[in-house]
């Protein structure tokens, strides 16, 4: 299983607005969705937190959150790391549902 965390980013309060914070990370794997939720529940994410976004699934984690990921055995990682998880479990994917 490898779920990656990558920075936390401020994303300004007009992007935001009405949420309680601005600053949060994403939380993705690059093997399979269900790795991902069973890592977001050991967090204390919610199910209906999953951003099921087409092509790039993940879940948004507050700084408090993004530390107990990498505590619980998430992978630091840059935009390019990110991007790459997300074409791996694409292919995977799609793999899975033609192979």
Known sequence: MTI????????????CRGLPST??????????????HAM???IGMRREWFQ???GHP??????RRR????AA?????????IIGAWRRLRARNTLIDHG
Do not use: F, K
Not at 23 to 35: G, N, Q
Not at 58 to 63: A, E, R, S, V
Not at 73 to 81: L, M, N, P, S, Y
């Open 23 to 36: 600053r949060w990370c994403h939380m993705v794997s690059d093997t399979s969705l269900d790795e991902l």
């Open 40 to 42: 977001a529940a050991r």
């Open 52 to 54: 099921n976004s087409p």
């Open 4 to 15: 990656y965390v990558d920075a936390v980013v401020d994303w300004g309060s007009e992007r």
């Open 67 to 70: 530390l107990a990921a990498l």
């Open 73 to 81: 055995g998430a992978i630091e990682a840059d935009r390019a790391t």
């Open 58 to 63: 993940h879940y948004d984690l507050t700084p």
